[in-house]
């Protein structure tokens, strides 16, 4: 049986002397690992298409029993080949494909992250301030998997306070009266740009991102983060 669906590539990996292992996050089945064979011969109808982040229509077949699909078919709908050209934001991308390989699931419909990655990179391509655009989609990673609470409820006596630290294992955003010695301070300027990036599409950030992105906000996502796929994903960003 052949499926169709629309996929981002995530990452490529040698297989053989002509094939790539190559992961997808598909709209319809999450994430999916399948055999492009044949992909490395210079008249392969794959060639230039299974680049990172570029958005495809793929055609594949999987049996049940078997991890790994074959890929049939890739056809390119809109390439993101173009913004790797620009260092830095070469290593945005690269950390936003490497925190999906680990943190998007297999055989589960994710409609919400699926557009997440289509308004973040289109953000890119409109020149959106790079800083920014990468912490939105932290954001709201994090958000879409259940795991960055609400910043206008205390996460341990659940009343709507002021918000004042933010402390992962105590339940997150906490008010004074709950508060941890050595959790996160959180400020007005933090809050406020939470709404923002909860309320706003990525591509309205042309005019915000003028300002400096809050480092301790930085901080909680990229802890946070870490935290959630259980290792450290930012170490292209430190080179």
């Not at 490497?98 to 953000?123: D, M, Q």
């Not at 933090?190 to 003028?210: A, C, Q, R, S, T």
């Amino acid at each position: 049986m052949i499926d169709k669906s629309e996929a981002y590539i995530l990452k490529k990996y040698d297989l053989t002397e002509s094939s790539y292992l190559v992961h997808f996050f598909t709209r319809e089945l999450g994430a999916l690992k399948l055999v492009a064979k044949g992909a490395k011969r210079s008249k392969s109808n794959f060639r230039g298409n299974l680049e990172i982040l570029n958005l495809l229509e793929i055609e594949f077949s999987k049996k049940e029993q078997n991890d790994l699909g074959v890929l049939r078919r890739a056809e390119l709908i809109e390439s993101s080949y173009d913004l790797f050209s620009n260092y830095q934001t070469a290593k945005y991308l690269f950390t936003i494909s490497e925190i999906l390989s680990k943190g998007a699931k297999e055989n589960l419909k994710e409609e919400a992250l699926f557009r997440l990655i289509g308004a973040v990179i289109e953000s890119y391509k409109d020149g959106i301030d790079g800083e920014w655009l990468f912490n939105y989609f932290l954001l709201w990673f994090l958000k879409l998997n259940g795991v960055f609470p609400s910043p206008f409820v205390c996460g341990k006596c659940r009343r709507k306070s002021k918000i004042v630290v933010f402390d992962i294992d105590e339940g997150g955003f906490l008010c004074a009266k709950c508060k941890t010695e050595d959790a996160i301070n959180v400020d007005d300027k933090m809050i406020e740009v939470i709404k923002e990036i909860l309320e706003y599409h990525p591509g309205e950030f042309k005019d915000k991102n003028k300002r400096e992105f809050p480092k301790g906000l930085k901080s909680m996502l990229y802890f946070n983060t870490c935290h959630f796929l259980g290792s450290d994903v930012f170490t292209i960003l430190k080179g």
